[in-house]
Each structure stands twice: as structure tokens, then as C-alpha cells.
């Protein structure tokens, strides 16, 4: 190797480090770290739901009509202006309906929902009172409480029978009636009278019912 290519070897040399450093400080540039900044997190802002400008305020009106103890014979009555399209819903786990009658409710609290067309949705509370008992019916109360109830007791309810629970006079009125009438009850004697016995029969013949 001559010394002028020596020298031109030298420069090639100087010209692929040059190029080499060149690449590599630019690579270095281009890569190079930036500086950690430690994640930043938001602040949760908690979901703000905006008030439904939307939905129209309803005016409510409820009545209801009151109920035997032993039996659903009430009903609800509910009615709504102010929107459109208006379905209503017993307690809520009812169903929908386009109608704001409900009939065969026992006595209680309610809740009737309203919704209207664009989903909107109000309840109003209905109470169902429990409905007076017919005379014929506490006249028996009354006889079965006197000549009766010191055997059929919630704490000795003979042959199954607590006479002081109205609704199991009413569901056992036949057999009521029947033991009377033989003579059978009250255990032991004496038997009732010919008019105690018609408060009985009277009843029975009436219906039987809590209202009668
Ligand atoms: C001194 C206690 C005593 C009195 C008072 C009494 N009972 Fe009873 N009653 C019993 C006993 C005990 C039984 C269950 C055994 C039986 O059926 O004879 C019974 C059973 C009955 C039964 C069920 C009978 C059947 O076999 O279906 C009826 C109904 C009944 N009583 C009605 C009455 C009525 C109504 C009166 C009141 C007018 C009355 N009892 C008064 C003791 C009494």
C-alpha cells in the first residue's frame, strides 16, 4: 500500500466514522429518553346526570275502595293528567298497564307508578283500609266470643279452631252452623238457644261473608 492510499484509506475511514457518529448521535437525539413524568390521573369528576328537563310533572289523583281482612276485595283507582300516553304499575314489581284500576288488592300500603310516553316515570302511595264487618257477621263474632272461644283459642285451638280469628269463622261457617245445630257444640252442653242458633243461621243464609 502506497502512502497516498494510505492517506486516502485514513480518509475513508474519518468519512464512515464521521457518517457513523452522524447516525449515531442523531439516533441518540431522535431516541433519547424524554423525561419521565410519573402519570398523571385526571380527577375523577363523578357522572353528573343532568336533571331530565324532558319529563313533564304529572298531577296524580288515587282512591281506593277498602277490603275484607280475609280476602282481596279491594281495589285501586289511579288516575294521572299532564302528559300523554299514561300506563301504571302495582308495586314495583308490577307490570305496566294502560289502565289505573287494579282490582282484588287486601288491605295495605301501595304503590301505583305512572309512566308516560317518553318514559317518565312518578308513584304515588294508595293505602286499602280494611272494610267494616257486616252486622249479621259480628253478631256471630260476638255469640262464638261468649260460648265458644274458652275451647277455641289461638293457645288451645280445639279441633283446630280458633274462634277469636274471624277469618277462620268465616272459612268454617258450614261446620259452625252444623255442630251447632246437632247439638254437638259447645262441648258438653248446654246447647245454644233457638235464637243464638238463628244469629247463626241468619248469617249462613245471608252469605256466610265478613260483610254480610
Ligand atoms: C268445653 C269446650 C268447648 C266448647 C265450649 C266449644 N267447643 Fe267446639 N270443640 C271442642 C273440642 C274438644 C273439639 C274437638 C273435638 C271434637 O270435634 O269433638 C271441638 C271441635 C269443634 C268443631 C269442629 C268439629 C268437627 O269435627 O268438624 C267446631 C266447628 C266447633 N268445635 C264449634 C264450636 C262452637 C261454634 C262452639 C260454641 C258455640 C264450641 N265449639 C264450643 C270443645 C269445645
Redesign the pocket.
Given at each position: 500500500m502506497g502512502k497516498k492510499q494510505l492517506t486516502v484509506f485514513g480518509y475513508l475511514i474519518a468519512i464512515i466514522c464521521i457518517v457513523n457518529f452522524i447516525s449515531c448521535s442523531k439516533e441518540s437525539t431522535t431516541s433519547s429518553n424524554p423525561p419521565v413524568t410519573p402519570p398523571v390521573t385526571p380527577p375523577v369528576t363523578p357522572p353528573v346526570t343532568p336533571p331530565d328537563t324532558n319529563c313533564k310533572t304529572f298531577t296524580i289523583t288515587q282512591s281506593s275502595i277498602a277490603s275484607q281482612p280475609c280476602g282481596s276485595s279491594g281495589s285501586i283507582q289511579v288516575t294521572a293528567t299532564g302528559s300523554n300516553q299514561f300506563m301504571f304499575k302495582l308495586n314495583s314489581g308490577g307490570t305496566f298497564q294502560s289502565s289505573g284500576n287494579f282490582a282484588n288488592v287486601g288491605p295495605g300500603n301501595y304503590t301505583v307508578f305512572v309512566k308516560d310516553s317518553a318514559g317518565c316515570q312518578q308513584s304515588v302511595s294508595v293505602t286499602v283500609s280494611t272494610s267494616a264487618a257486616g252486622p249479621l257477621f259480628t253478631n256471630v263474632k260476638n255469640?262464638?266470643a261468649a260460648?265458644?272461644?274458652?275451647?277455641?283459642n289461638a293457645g288451645d285451638p280445639?279441633?283446630?279452631?280458633n274462634?277469636n280469628d274471624q277469618c277462620q269463622i268465616i272459612s268454617?261457617g258450614l261446620?259452625?252452623q252444623?255442630?251447632?245445630n246437632q247439638n254437638?257444640?259447645?262441648?258438653?252442653g248446654p246447647p245454644?238457644s233457638t235464637s243464638?242458633k238463628a244469629i247463626?243461621n241468619n248469617w249462613i243464609s245471608a252469605g256466610g261473608g265478613y260483610s254480610n
Open positions: 255469640l262464638l260460648s265458644c272461644v274458652s275451647c277455641h280445639n279441633g283446630g279452631n274462634w268454617q261446620d259452625i252444623s255442630q251447632v254437638l257444640m259447645p262441648e258438653g245454644l243464638q247463626i
